[in-house]
């Protein structure tokens, strides 16, 4: 329960407080019976004297309330001016943060573009080198006859005379 309801329920409890000892009941009638202008005049003090005591009482606890309200105000300007200035900063930490990231993203970008024409270059390089390194002999794919006759004529000389000297036997 708020404060500014309980000073309500307090104001009503003195009221109802207040109209039982007018005792209101019995007030229209003493009104009704006057005969004259001091006996009614006479009736109509207590219940002037309890309005004016009531309308005193229910400006200061108008007073109070409103003074309540302009203090839970202020309270909640300054908690709003508070979160607004908070909020503030948390946006500029994060544009901060989201420029940072761009920037190592972007330099990530050319690392990586780095790395890899690196790592094509090195390879290039490793093939080529070990191309020439483990290269096959060359072979001429053109042949003389002549020079190969001449090559391989005392082979097949040798061989002729190595296959009459040795001759299959017959008959055996």
């Given at each position: ?69 302009r203090a839970a105000s202020v309270d909640y300007q300054r908690q709003i001016s ?91």
């Open positions: 329960m708020s404060k500014t309801e309980m000073l309500k329920q307090s104001a009503e409890a003195a009221n109802a407080k207040r109209l039982e000892a007018l005792s209101l009941d019995e007030k229209p009638k003493a009104l009704s019976q006057a005969r004259s202008v001091d006996e009614l005049a006479t009736a109509i003090e207590p219940l002037a004297k309890a309005l004016a005591t009531l309308s005193s009482e229910a400006s200061q606890t108008l007073a109070e309330i409103e003074q309540k309200t508070a979160a607004s200035d908070n909020l503030g900063l948390v946006i500029r930490a994060t544009k901060q943060a989201t420029k940072e990231l761009n920037q190592a993203a972007n330099r990530l970008d050319w690392s990586h573009f780095a790395l890899a024409i690196a790592t094509g270059l090195l390879s290039a390089l490793l093939v080529s080198g070990f191309w020439v390194w483990f290269s096959p002999p060359s072979v001429q794919t053109t042949l003389d006859p002549k020079a190969v006759a001449e090559y391989l004529r005392p082979a097949v000389i040798e061989a002729l005379k190595n296959a009459k000297e040795v001759k299959p036997a017959k008959g055996k």
